[in-house]
């Protein structure tokens, strides 16, 4: 496991959760930290993601303005801070570190490595 994911969990639509990512030593410093995540029966689904540097971010529409995209440099750890959850945001959530040099996009094969993911579940 190269990147550990903790949080998640179940909250009632409108509330708040959170997802942190640790990101091993042994992956290095990465360019960039994304999110994504993965509804029953859907595919992985790219969230957004933080340049690791100089701390850009980007999201989807659908989560702008709810969802957090953070990162801590000196421990190494990604952030994700999640707020006025919906029902429809209820998946399974990953982490995923870009090693390469260059650019990434919204594609899970721009990243290197993954968290084991965890889930969230919004109820109504």
């Known amino acids: 496991v190269q990147l550990q994911a903790s949080g998640g969990g179940l909250t009632q639509a409108g509330g708040s959760l959170s997802v942190s990512c640790e990101i091993f030593?042994?992956?290095?410093?990465?360019?960039?930290v994304g999110w994504f995540r993965q509804g029953p029966g859907l595919d992985r689904e790219f969230i957004g993601a933080?340049?690791?540097?100089?701390?850009?971010?980007h999201y989807i529409d659908s989560v702008k303005g709810r969802f957090t995209i953070s990162r801590d440099n000196a421990k190494n750890t990604g952030y994700l801070q999640m707020n006025s959850l919906k029902p429809e945001d209820t998946a399974v959530y990953y982490c995923?570190?870009?090693?390469?040099?260059?650019?990434?996009?919204?594609?899970?094969?721009?990243?290197?490595?993954w968290g084991q993911g965890t889930q969230v579940t919004v109820s109504s």
């Open positions: 995923a570190a870009r090693g390469r040099a260059g650019s990434y996009n919204f594609r899970p094969t721009s990243f290197d490595y």
């Open positions: 030593r042994s992956v290095g410093s990465p360019k960039a």
């Open positions: 933080i340049s690791w540097n100089g701390g850009r971010v």
